[in-house]
């Protein structure tokens, strides 16, 4: 079982990004999946979540109205498009799958297994 997370890179304040986050020897729609970021010097925070069997999504504050998640079940990938890129958005990004409940789903320990991590970095 394995998830692995890419699309990160170098973009421009006001640019956007999308990342991926494909399963292997697991079926993605079966589980919540959710992306966290981890910027430098700061603890990983959760930034987006997806309800395993649906297109139910749930957003952090910093990233509402910015950012999307999304699932491509034909190609078990959850993606994250991110838009209107700000500095503040620098960070590791990584992907991971579990059933937590709608309150504990910035809770690392209700997930099974992480990517490992893309990073983003949003600089002039």
């Known amino acids: 079982v394995q998830l692995q997370a890419s699309g990160g890179g170098c973009v421009q304040p006001g640019g956007a990004l999308r990342l991926s986050c494909t399963g292997s020897?697991?079926?993605?729609?079966?589980?919540?999946i959710s992306w966290f970021r981890q910027s430098p010097g700061q603890e990983r925070e959760w930034v987006a979540a997806i309800r395993q069997g649906g297109s139910v999504t749930y957003y952090s504050d910093p990233i509402k109205g910015r950012f999307t998640i999304s699932r491509d079940n034909a190609k078990n990938t959850v993606y994250l498009q991110m838009n209107s890129l700000k500095p503040e958005d620098t960070g590791i990004y990584y992907c991971?799958?579990?059933?937590?409940?709608?309150?504990?789903?910035?809770?690392?320990?209700?997930?099974?297994?992480w990517g490992q991590g893309t990073l983003v970095t949003v600089s002039r």
């Open positions: 991971a799958r579990g059933r937590p409940i709608v309150s504990a789903l910035s809770n690392e320990e209700m997930y099974y297994s």
């Open positions: 020897g697991v079926t993605l729609r079966d589980y919540t």
